[in-house]
């Protein structure tokens, strides 16, 4: 009977797997000094007593064809995703070896199918537009795509920059946002491709979170707009109930009609207001507000900037914040911060190429096109548009109480602008009395009928108010307006756009011919200026609302600018049109209104998140933002002790 012999296994007490070959034992004998040498020679893969085998040998890693070697592009996948190089060299032993004589001769050729003039996919035959697609500068293409795969074989081979060329040329193109690919001109990976986050700003915030503060609410602009948002409950679209005016301030000036006829071949030079002064007042600093809450006229109180910018916030992309302070009668202020930028326009916010921010540059060319010097500048000209436009002195129309902003001692030769302060209250229903203070920036003609101009209402406040005489009323035939101006600050710039797919729209060339065309560019730009602008004309109860496009003289020049034209619109015809619902506006300052009365007494803060549609609202010391304000206030009490010292 056979008997089995057991193999002599020898024991390894210094490391894991087959000792080292002794050598007292090298004729392959077995022994208890020695193991057998064939074993011994074999190649091993070392690893730790600790790792957990999965199998035994895997052929289909990714990262056994990364040899460093003429084959090791063909394993690699098209996109390159595995760019793993710590396992470049692992398990060498076990891979095939490539002669390198072998791997010189090796080269790719050209083995398509050479058509003749009049056939092929690029032929008549074709059937594709002969015209598109020629054979010979295919071939040519394809003998220089040839060329520089083996130029990047050889590189490779010859160890030089291989980590540069990992991914195929098609694939790199896309990513940098070229063309070719899916994603670059023709393709399908969007306007940018593949690298359209190259182009990325991620802004800062208008205001610090701070540790202390208390998140109260998310509100996500995108699931609100369609009404997916858990907060859609508590919206409600209906109308106001009621609008009535209760104080009326300033005076305002009559509208020249010879803007009317401005254009490209006679434009208006934009001449600098410098004798009339503007009051961009906050709510609590409003004394004329102050009275209301004492005598309890409402218990929302805010302007109608503020209004009108919570009611479009949808159409928002850079941040902002506002502050609401609520009183222990449970009447809400909305304010804005004295440092914040809110009084400033934006310019090209919601366009797909806005303007970036420069840093460190010393061009004067650049520096003008920055978005803060943009604000600045489409700031001024719309204050110096507003007032330019209307006539002088004679034609003005004084109110009940004069501009409560302006003092007659210290007025250094100014004067107020011609606006009317026009405070109304807006009953919303559910114990809700809003009272806003609305500007209105002149008057117009209007010979066939007289001032029909109100919000839409469930309950009209001119039927309300039934009486002989009306102090409020303006003479017959007028009617309140509002003026805002875009401006154009460089051609080129958004010419620059076109090269990314976007269409360019210069001014000049198309403003007389092509209004809506020029609209719908500034649209697209300023979606969130321009609905805010309607927004205000609607509270305000203006029944025309004019809109300057205004220009530069020169694209280098951001001082000297021209007017070419001026357009009328009616707020509620232009609201439509830039389809800015009314019934949204006043469901999502319900909404604000109602998430703050259900809490305490005390400082919030209303904040945009600066890269996301998402508005957060947080609860705030009492004492926050006042610090700022607290020491200039210091700063200037001692300094005018110090000057009372020097008498």
Known sequence: MATFKVPYVPTNSSSWGPPALSSSNDGGEESESGPQSRFAQLPYAPFGRSDRLGRCADFTTQSFARTGDATAGYFRNARGRNNNQADANKNLEFQYKVDAEEAKEFQLVDSSKAYGPGSGPGGPAGGAGGKRFVPQAR???????????????????????VGRYSQPQRTRWTRNGGRGGRGGRGGRGGRFGRGGWR??????????????WRRVEDIDLGKLSKGTSPLSSLLDNSAPKGVEDLEWCGFLDQYNDQYDKVSTRTPAPLKRVETKEFYPVTTTDDPVIEKLAIEGKGTVFATDAILAHLMTCPRSVYPWDIVVQKLPTGALFFDKRDASQFDYLTVHETSNTPPTPVRD????????????????????????????????????????????????????????????????KFDLGDGIQLVARCELHGLTKNLK?????????????????????????????????????????????????????????????????????????????????????????????????????VSRSS??????????????????????????????????????????EDQPEGKYVIMRDPNKAIVRIFEVPVGTFEEDSDGSEEESEDGDEGEEEKE
């Open 361 to 424: 540059s010393s061009k004067e060319e650049e520096l003008i096109n920055s978005p803060e010097r943009l604000s600045l500048e489409a700031t001024m000209i719309n204050q110096n548009f507003s007032q330019q436009i209307l006539r002088n002195s004679k034609y003005r129309t004084k109110f009940d109480y004069p501009n409560p902003f302006w003092d007659e001692e210290d007025n250094d030769g100014m004067e107020p602008a011609s606006v009317a302060y026009r405070y109304r």
């Open 199 to 212: 182009d990325r700003v991620d802004r800062q915030a208008s205001v610090s979170v701070r540790p202390d």
């Open 555 to 596: 694209p280098k020049n951001a001082y000297d600018h021209v007017v070419l034209s001026t357009q009328t619109y009616r707020p509620m015809d232009f609201a439509a049109q830039i389809t800015l619902n009314q019934g949204t506006m006043w469901g999502i300052m319900r909404l604000f209104i109602k998430l703050l």
């Open 449 to 549: 009928k007289a001032d029909t101009s109100k919000i839409v209402t469930n309950i009209s406040a001119n039927k309300k108010k039934k009486k002989a005489a009306n102090p409020l009323d303006v003479p017959d035939g007028d009617q309140y307006m509002t003026a805002y101006a875009l401006n154009e600050f460089d051609p080129s710039y958004v010419s620059g756009a076109a090269k990314t797919g976007g269409a360019s729209v210069t001014w000049r060339d198309r403003i007389d011919n092509q209004t809506g065309a020029v609209l719908a560019q500034e649209l697209k730009n300023n979606s969130f200026k321009l609905a805010k602008w309607t927004a205000q004309s609607l509270l305000a109860g203006a029944f025309q609302m004019k809109i300057g496009f």
């Open 139 to 161: 071939r040519r293409a394809n003998a220089m795509r040839l060329r520089q795969l083996n130029a990047r074989r050889n590189d490779s081979q010859q160890g030089g920059n």
